[in-house]
């Protein structure tokens, strides 16, 4: 089965129409959360998202939205986005939204948008120490599939290891997912790549074939910006997103 992966799409309308053109034919779509926040495009990309049955988690600004975590948590930006798709959203995105579960689990893999032990405080994983309380909570999964950083990169921990290594995955390409190991990947962000690389990041987890794709993808930034500007969202949310950064 093929799992095409979207993740933190923050409204970006334009990034996500990309994301799933480049997708193509997949069994099913799975994203590890943040649907809204930051972009243009909050009910759009929640109704495509609901169309299509993509399997989702909840992220932090999907959780800010739907009041299940407090706006004071976010910086003076965010929190301005925030307040902005609040004020935008439709009853059924709303509940959309708010219908999110923290965890998913499947078959194959385990998805979350931060970090397993606690998900409901969204925590970061940005290197071996953070990801490790992740592999212990991991239970029968070998893999578990994050967001948040908005960094597409890998951490693998082999069978009776303790430390695990973080490997970057900015610029794409296939890992395969060997059965001597466990796994932790962010495919990155469709909506705003935040490891300077602007292009829309998505993946692919292929459960017959073992591998784990990441691509990176083009879409119309200036249009996303202009947007952006027209609805006054902060000048930082709209900078930010040609540098990938």
């Known amino acids: 089965m093929r799992h095409g992966i979207i993740s933190d799409v923050h409204s970006n309308l334009e990034a996500l129409e990309a994301a799933l053109d480049a997708l193509g034919d997949v069994d099913v779509l799975i994203s590890p959360g943040d649907v809204v926040g930051y972009g243009p495009n909050p009910n759009e990309c929640c109704e495509i998202l609901r169309e299509r049955q993509v399997i989702t988690v909840m992220g932090n600004h999907d959780a800010v939205v739907a009041g299940r975590m407090p706006l004071d948590w976010f910086n003076l930006f965010a929190r301005e986005a925030a307040n902005w798709t609040q004020e935008q959203l439709t009853a059924e995105s709303r509940e959309f939204l708010e219908s999110l579960p923290m965890v998913h689990r499947g078959e194959t893999f385990v998805m979350v948008h931060g970090s397993l032990p606690a998900p409901e405080r969204f925590e970061y994983i940005t290197s071996p120490r953070e990801a490790r309380p992740t592999f212990a909570e991991m239970s029968t999964s070998d893999l578990c599939l994050i967001g948040h950083t908005h960094v597409a990169e890998l951490y693998f921990q082999k069978a009776g290891e303790l430390w695990s290594s973080q490997v970057s995955m900015s610029a794409g ?73």
């Open 173 to 245: 390409g296939t890992i395969d997912l060997k059965t001597d190991s466990t796994y932790i990947i962010n495919c990155g962000s469709v909506g705003q790549p935040r490891d300077f690389n602007p292009l829309a990041a998505v993946g692919i987890f292929d459960t017959e074939a073992r591998t784990v794709e990441i691509r990176r993808v083009e879409y119309p930034i200036q249009v996303t910006q202009r947007k952006m500007q027209e609805a006054d969202l902060p000048e930082p949310l709209w900078r930010r997103l040609q540098h990938g950064a």
